[in-house]
């Protein structure tokens, strides 16, 4: 069974430009999670997808970031116009939420702003 | 302001020895403890949890306590391994009944010494 997969694994883009990271999470799996973690950082929760919903954006940093998740698969995180401050790891996670915090994580994207 | 805190970046223990990690949070209404191991260029990947009405559980070579009173949890791991070097996330999550946000520490990295 193929894990959680993520797309670019490394983006590097300058100031002003935008990014779009991809994730496909493991079949089946309503629950999806993106996180970000900026070198030495606690991974920092981002938001949370049920099936296509979004049950919490709480942890998203402001209006320059837009996830999406249609039709309850794969989603994507925009972020536009990416700043310095972007830069960090963001990892994807999946569950199925029989195993209450058994997350699932993908390797993660590296984004760089230059 | 970090709810689930790990003081101690990095650990080295002799292998064969006990290795202890430890983590203290501050929201007292988590529900859920849990470890993540997180190797380089990968994902965290789960490794054990705890429920808050509990105070210990065991899998394995990995044990994690609980002390509610003092909001403190540890991870032991013994005998340590050499593949065990990697970084351990403490985590934290609330809402027994779904999969919501799971709040992470900053992550100690453990080496484990031949």
């Known amino acids: 069974e193929a894990g959680v997969t993520q797309f670019p694994s490394h983006s590097v883009i300058e100031k002003g430009q935008t990014v779009t990271l991809r994730c496909d999470p493991i079949?089946?799996?309503?629950?999806l999670y993106w996180y970000r973690r900026v070198m030495g950082k606690e991974i920092k929760f981002l938001l949370h997808f049920v099936k296509e919903s979004k049950q919490d954006e709480s942890g998203m940093p402001n209006n320059r970031f837009l996830a999406e998740r249609t039709g309850g698969t794969y989603s994507t995180l925009k972020v536009q116009p990416a700043e310095l401050e972007d830069s960090g790891v963001y990892f994807c996670?999946?569950?199925?939420?029989?195993?209450?915090?058994?997350?699932?994580f993908g390797e993660g994207s590296r984004l760089t702003v230059l | 302001d970090q709810q689930v805190k790990q003081n101690s970046p990095s650990l080295s223990v002799q292998e064969g020895r006990i290795s202890i990690l430890n983590c203290d949070y501050t929201?007292?209404?988590?529900?859920?403890f849990l470890w993540y191991k997180k190797y380089p260029a990968e994902g965290p990947t789960f490794l054990i949890s705890i429920s808050s009405i509990k105070d210990k559980n065991e899998d394995g070579r990995f044990t994690v306590f609980l002390n509610k009173s003092a909001k403190h949890l540890s991870l032991h791991i013994v005998p340590s391994q050499p593949g065990d070097s990697a970084v351990y996330f403490c985590?934290?999550?609330?809402?027994?009944?779904?999969?919501?946000?799971?709040?992470f520490g900053k992550g100690t990295r453990l080496h484990i010494l031949p």
């Open positions: 929201n007292s209404m988590f529900d859920y």
């Open positions: 079949s089946g799996h309503d629950n």
């Open positions: 985590a934290a999550g609330w809402g027994m009944n779904r999969d919501d946000k799971i709040i």
């Open positions: 996670a999946s569950s199925s939420g029989l195993f209450i915090g058994e997350l699932f």
